[in-house]
């Protein structure tokens, strides 16, 4: 693929590895906060029978669904970005405060913080909309 032969796209789809890193973070933090609260038998067992988790637990794991909600739309943004030669300023800043957003929104979910965890999701979708935006520039 010539498009990839330069190092100008590095950028990006070192992001997108970073994204991915993220994704794989909250997957095995979730994963450990709710066998902490349903013990490590039940999750090595068929998890025939459902056991709940609440608290922390929980909101890591809606935090990783919330983060899965919006990842594949990040990756694709990106790749087009990459693929049609429109990366620059936009992606960059939109890929750093994407991925920044995502982050503190980590923390903020799990304590429960409400009015300024949604601030930080809206930043995220910000910094999507400016990768989408440098495709149409």
């Not at 906060?33 to 056991?51: F, I, L, S, V």
Request: glycine letters at 12%; charged letters at 10%; one cysteine or more.
């Amino acid at each position: 693929m010539e498009f990839l032969n330069g190092s100008q796209h590095t950028l990006e789809l070192q992001m997108i590895g970073a994204a991915v890193i993220l994704g794989i973070f909250q997957l095995l933090l979730g994963a450990v906060a709710a066998r902490g609260q349903q013990g490590y038998d039940w999750g090595m067992g068929p998890r025939d029978e459902p056991n709940p988790i609440s608290g922390i637990p929980a909101r890591l794991q809606r935090a990783f669904y919330n983060y899965m909600e919006t990842f594949p739309m990040f990756v694709a943004a990106m790749l087009a970005a990459v693929m049609l030669d429109k990366t620059g300023t936009l992606t960059e800043v939109g890929g750093f405060v994407y991925l920044g957003s995502r982050i503190v929104f980590i923390p903020l979910y799990a304590a429960g913080v409400r009015n300024i965890r949604t601030i930080v999701w809206v930043a995220a979708g910000g910094g999507l909309c400016s990768i989408c935006a440098a495709i149409f520039i």
